[in-house]
């Protein structure tokens, strides 16, 4: 399987731990997006990476959460002294991006997600 | 801000009982918008995407269109296993490469 793949697919926590949830996107692509999604609504933006570089932040990234993508190939979200509002379903994605210097939207590809309980 | 609005929140059909979604937007010049199916405890997976308005994109039963304000996602003659979640969002050029979603509508096919 080629897609998109998130682990673990459930985290249950309790409140003040630190988790960590690991993503590796479709090799081909070079862009790679977090999202959270709580029941009942879309997902909502987080960050995104072009290669290793973290290019965006939403401003729902507290200081709390740590993302890295080293070597621009797999990508880490690290959230730190858990809430119970940090409950919730962390969706990654990935896509493929532009060349330098034109402007176009890729589709992005989704993976299975992580499943976060904090307790 | 950018704003996306789906309607209806949730839509229960018999088998074959054709019927539409829609999707309304907001956005500072729309780069793209994409439809998702969602499928319960799974991420979305990529159906569509749209770039400008009378555009039209076609895949089985569903078919996704596009004007200047608003996305309608039209099942046609829908099967149980068409029964699922489905998501717009969009991308802005403003907004650099982020999606904003629809909150989703909910789709019940009976055979």
């Known amino acids: 399987d080629t897609g998109v793949s998130q682990n673990p697919r459930h985290k249950i926590t309790k409140r003040g731990q630190n988790v960590t949830f690991r993503c590796d996107p479709i090799?081909?692509?070079?862009?790679l997006y977090w999202y959270r999604q709580t029941l009942g609504q879309g997902p909502e933006f987080l960050t995104y990476?072009?290669?290793?570089?973290?290019?965006?932040k939403s401003r729902l990234l507290s200081d709390r959460f740590s993302a890295e993508r080293p070597k621009g190939s797999f990508s880490t979200l690290e959230i730190q002294r858990t809430e119970q509002g940090d409950s919730a379903m962390y969706l990654c994605a990935s896509s493929f991006g532009p060349p330098l210097g034109q402007v176009r939207s890729y589709e992005q590809y989704f993976g299975p997600g992580t499943r976060l309980t904090v307790t | 801000e950018d704003q996306v609005t789906q309607s209806p929140e949730a839509l229960r059909l018999q088998e074959g009982e054709s019927s539409s979604l829609n999707c309304s937007y907001t956005?500072?010049?729309?780069?793209?918008l994409f439809w998702y199916r969602q499928d319960p405890g799974k991420g979305p997976e990529f159906l569509f995407t749209l770039y400008s308005a009378g555009e039209e994109k076609e895949k089985e039963r569903l078919k996704a269109t596009l004007t200047k304000k608003e996305s309608f996602l039209h099942i046609t003659a829908p099967k149980p296993e068409d029964s699922a979640t489905y998501l717009c969002a969009v991308q802005a050029e403003a907004a650099g490469n982020k999606l904003t979603f629809g909150g989703g509508t909910r789709v019940l096919v009976k055979p």
């Open positions: 990476f072009q290669n290793e570089a973290q290019l965006e």
């Open positions: 090799s081909e692509h070079n862009r």
């Open positions: 956005v500072s010049g729309l780069r793209g």
